[in-house]
DNA sequence: TTTTGTAATCGTAACGTTACGATTGCATCT
DNA sequence: AGATGCAATCGTAACGTTACGATTACAAAA
């Protein structure tokens, strides 16, 4: 079927590209139009066209003109890859996402942000890699073959713990990064993050005005920084009302509904059984109800409940409990933004963004 | 418990101060370990490099070996761009993924398909791409956007429709592809796809059993594929126990929850509401929970209700419902695979497979 | 001895892009 | 006239990799 036309006539290298047993590569690949292309077609250098295509300052307007009307008509889209090999730039962004295997339902809760990540490079003329981990993968490690695949011109890092190292690291090597949650380490680096210590004190706080004092507390990992700040807001608030900390209604490894059902049915089999509870996330919720539910208990009335709902799923469950959402998409497009700034001007001012949840009306 | 610094920022955007380093864009970049020092640092010739660290016959076992020592000793990577530009292949899959502006939770069913196919694509020695489009994007373009970048080796595809044009193109082009779903063309590719007629037929079967014969039936979009498949699954099951199909009780559109509990709620408001209801998924399956709540209605006695649940959530409700799951890790992993084989094979014969549905057993 | 064969290695030329210095042509100033 | 300045364009050399043909060295066959 198809023709080989030599296009290297010009240039007095000639060679036969013979097309044996009909099967190759990329035809696509093949036939792409590129910037010799469209410099034999209208008698320029490469490097004009290179430079008309930037709008280089160097090209005369009218040439400009017509090397893009060119590059259009014939579909001219830049090389990726000639193109990275020479600056060095990608225009490739990745993120490095731990999933959680052990229940695919707390996955969920993060896909506003990949969406809006996805959206947000895309427009910013970037495309976006998720580097999916295990919990068997050591995250350090994750950054490191980032860093040595040099693939990306810059990383988004979440779940971020004390002292992190990859903060560090990537400091270290000068890898733009922005970081989804906070550390405690006594460097500025670029993050977006959720005021999780206030989400947590306003979530406390409202169960008090429904006359709660017996408040349960349902967190992630211990080690996780989004629930060190929520185990603050928690205490802040009891704090302020004078109620001291039972140790016992702190729960701690709420990431499956497993979990959450079971302790919280524990809670409520006790001597003295929570009247209020914060849930970690809407899995943890899903996991409350159910133990709720096995002993015949309304949520609303027997056990006030306020709960994350940034997917809106609370809100339609035929239950009464508090939400409060956060604009995941939002955070995800945020995290992108910063770290564009930052590629574009890494000595720059480091840019750190605080968004703060939206609580329901305390109708 | 960490201590966590960082409580002065307000909401929204707020700056810190710059920590200026005086250095240079990427110093890992410059200073990565290339083909040229290795053969200049053993005395060989770059070719003979290359081809010993990939086994070549042409090169003695014990310069392999002292090659790869010494690629081990400096942590050479092969870069990615380089090998690329020469080879034409990118070792990077692109996923082109609709994103439900209107619902977040909606796409939250797909991340198990993420995870699965990143984790696939990881062990294969690829990189996986997310390429999200809104509903605003028009498929095809962004199918023909994937062609020209020619930055994958592969695409997935998903959401078929009718006579998808883009399983057309993708075959013109020649470019390794895999569907996720099926489209009514009378040509081979490769796809995977969950057996939604199966699905739906025996969903119905299991209503049936219940006693129930007004059986409602929620679909996602009319021209999306998997509906039509399961509007089949759902007229063969009734046409074998003879009963007529009542349009009234067929519902479009429902992606959201929303639209669900309106739907939902106009049939249990008309004079003859149903008795079964057969969701589309856990979103579906959510609304109609918020509808039968609003009237008071216990799902499993009211109303039988089946869903799919491949994400948990229904099972883990405080409420009677029938349950059937997809394992879609297993599916995106099960696209990679394909993918894979077509990339090495493109003349290959045509690899699909079809996925069953798992239903819990009918108590 | 010369020839032939073979295993091991090398050199060069691409892939498509951009950076940089060189080179035109032409108008303007001594 | 000759020199100068400038705008516009060009040529070459990379970036790191691989494909391909060429070139060794050396042993075996003639």
């Known amino acids: 079927m198809g023709v080989w036309i030599d296009r290297d006539v010009e240039f007095g290298n000639a060679m036969a590209v013979s097309k044996s047993a009909g099967a190759f590569a990329n035809e696509v690949g093949r036939t792409m139009a590129n910037l010799k292309q469209i410099a034999a077609e209208l008698s320029l250098s490469v490097t004009t066209v290179s430079r008309a295509l930037k709008d280089g300052p160097e090209v005369q307007p009218s040439t400009i003109a017509r090397v893009k009307e060119a590059a259009k008509r014939v579909g001219y889209l830049p090389n990726h890859h000639g193109r990275a090999l020479k600056t ?5 962004l990745t993120a490095v996402l731990p999933m959680e295997t052990r229940d695919h339902l707390s996955d969920l809760l993060k896909l506003p942000l990949i969406e809006g990540m996805t959206l947000a490079a895309r427009q910013a003329g970037y495309s976006l890699s998720i580097y999916s981990t ?9 950054v490191q073959r980032q860093l040595q695949a040099r693939s990306a011109d810059g990383l988004v ?12 690291l990537l400091l270290d090597q000068r890898m733009p990064f922005v970081a989804f949650g906070r550390t405690d380490l006594d460097v500025a680096y670029p993050y977006v993050d959720v005021d999780n210590e ?5 979530a406390t706080r409202r169960l008090m005005d429904k006359g709660c004092r017996r408040i349960a507390l349902q967190l992630l990992v211990p080690e996780d920084q989004a629930s060190a700040m929520r185990l603050s807001g928690y205490g802040r608030a009891m704090a302020e009302a004078g109620i001291p900390i039972d140790q016992s209604l702190i729960g701690h490894g709420m990431f499956t ?3 959450s059902a079971g302790w919280f049915d524990r809670l409520l089999a006790s001597s003295d059984p929570p009247t209020g509870l914060a849930c970690a996330n809407e899995l943890g919720l899903l996991g409350a109800l ?3 539910g096995k002993r015949g ?10 709960t994350r709902d940034s997917t809106r799923l609370a809100r339609f469950l035929p239950a009464k409990i508090g939400v409060h959402s956060v604009d995941m998409t939002g955070v995800g497009r945020k995290l992108i933004e910063v770290l564009e700034s930052r590629i574009i001007n890494p000595l ?7 968004v703060q949840g939206r609580f329901e009306p305390a109708e």
């Open 290 to 292: 159910h133990a709720l």
């Open 257 to 259: 509904m497993e979990s």
């Open 348 to 354: 720059g001012p480091v840019e750190t963004v605080l």
């Open 157 to 168: 890092i979440t779940r971020l713990v004390s002292a992190d190292p990859r903060v560090k």
């Open 297 to 306: 208990l309304t949520p609303g009335r027997d056990v006030h409940i306020v």
């Open 134 to 142: 295990t919990p068997d993968d050591d995250p350090v490690e994750s």
């Open 198 to 202: 206030q989400i947590a004190y306003e």
């Open 88 to 92: 060095g730039r990608t225009q490739t």
